[in-house]
C-alpha cells in the first residue's frame, strides 16, 4: 500500500512490502504558486544577515562586555566593593589639615652701635686730624654701651677745656677707648655706665668745635700721639691712620664721611682696631 505525502516540494511514498513499512522520496519541483513560509523567509534573512555581523564585530563588543561586566557584579558583590572608590563623608572629611603656624619672627635687637651726633643742629663735618673734627651744637651720646673713664670741662690741653672719655664695654670695639673733647660740657660722671641712648655732653657753639676720635688705654690723651700708633700728635702730618680708622666707624653707624676721608693716613693702625668697621658691625 503506497500513501503519497508532499512536504516543502519533497513528495514522499510509504510502500509496504511483506508487512514491513518501507519508504522512498521522491524529489519533485515545487510548483510556482506554492511561496515559501514566513519562517522559511525569516530563516534566509537571519542567513544573510551573518556575513554582515561577522564584518563589523566591534560594534556589539561594547554592549556585550557591558553585559558581561554586570553579569559579574551580580556573580561577585565583593569585587565591586573593592573596586569601587572609597568616599569618607561626614565630619571627618570637612576637617582639612592645618598648617603648623609659622614662628612669629624675634623683634631685631637693637644696633650695638649708634649715630653720637644724631642729635647734633647744623652738624658741620670738618677734618680728620687725630681724631674727627666737627661743628654745631647740641646733646652728644656714646656711641655704645660704655664706662665712663674721664669727664671734665677745664681740660688745659684742649681749646675749649672740654675732655671726656669712655671705655666700651660691648661690640666689636670692647675695650677700646673713645674721646670727646674741645666746645662740650660733660653731663656724666667718672665711673657711669652709659649706653647709646645716654647723652654724656651737651655741645655748644665756641668756636673750636668738638673732637672725637680713639683715646690712649689710659684716656689720658689721643691714640694718635703713642708710638704704637705713629707718634702724631697736635701739628700734624694729618690725617692721622688712627683718625681715618674712627671715621670709618662713625660711617658705619650712620655719619657722613669727613671732606679729607679719601686721603693717605699717616702713622700706624695698631692691630687692636678693626680695619673694616662696616663688617663687624653686621
Not at 511514498?13 to 513560509?37: E, K, N, Q
Not at 666746645?183 to 652709659?194: E, L, M, N, R
Request: aromatic share 6%; proline share 10%; charged share 10%.
Amino acid at each position: 500500500m503506497r500513501r503519497p505525502a508532499q512536504v516543502a516540494g519533497i513528495t514522499a511514498a510509504i510502500l509496504v512490502v511483506g508487512g514491513t513499512a518501507a519508504s522512498a522520496v521522491i524529489f519533485r519541483p515545487t510548483p510556482a504558486s506554492h511561496a515559501p513560509s514566513a519562517q522559511a523567509d525569516s530563516v534566509g534573512r537571519e542567513a544573510a544577515a551573518v556575513p554582515t555581523a561577522a564584518v563589523a564585530p566591534q560594534q556589539e563588543q561594547q554592549p556585550l562586555a557591558a553585559t558581561a561586566a554586570r553579569s559579574h557584579r551580580k556573580a561577585h558583590p565583593q569585587a565591586e566593593h573593592l573596586a569601587a572608590p572609597i568616599i569618607k563623608t561626614g565630619p571627618a572629611v570637612a576637617q582639612v589639615a592645618k598648617k603648623p603656624a609659622k614662628p612669629k619672627p624675634k623683634p631685631r635687637p637693637s644696633a650695638i652701635y649708634l649715630n653720637p651726633l644724631r642729635s647734633v643742629s647744623n652738624l658741620l663735618l670738618e677734618r680728620v686730624d687725630m681724631g674727627c673734627d666737627f661743628g654745631g651744637s647740641g646733646p652728644l651720646y656714646a656711641i655704645g654701651d660704655a664706662v665712663i673713664t674721664n669727664a671734665t670741662s677745664s681740660s688745659g690741653g684742649w681749646p675749649g677745656g672740654g675732655w671726656i672719655t669712655y671705655r666700651l664695654t660691648d661690640g666689636p670695639a670692647a675695650g677700646l677707648q673713645v674721646y670727646v673733647a674741645e666746645d662740650v660740657t660733660p653731663t656724666v660722671q667718672v665711673g657711669q655706665d652709659v649706653t647709646p641712648r645716654t647723652v654724656i655732653a651737651n655741645m655748644f657753639n665756641g668756636g673750636s668745635g668738638i673732637e672725637t676720635g680713639w683715646a690712649m688705654p689710659d684716656g689720658s690723651s689721643a691714640e694718635s700721639q703713642l708710638p704704637v700708633a705713629g707718634g702724631v700728635s697736635g701739628g700734624g702730618p694729618f690725617p692721622t691712620m688712627i683718625g681715618l680708622n674712627f671715621d670709618q666707624l662713625l660711617q658705619a653707624v650712620g655719619v657722613a664721611p669727613a671732606p679729607n676721608y679719601s686721603q693717605s693716613g699717616f702713622g700706624v693702625l695698631p692691630a687692636q682696631y678693626s680695619g673694616n668697621w662696616a663688617a663687624a658691625l653686621r
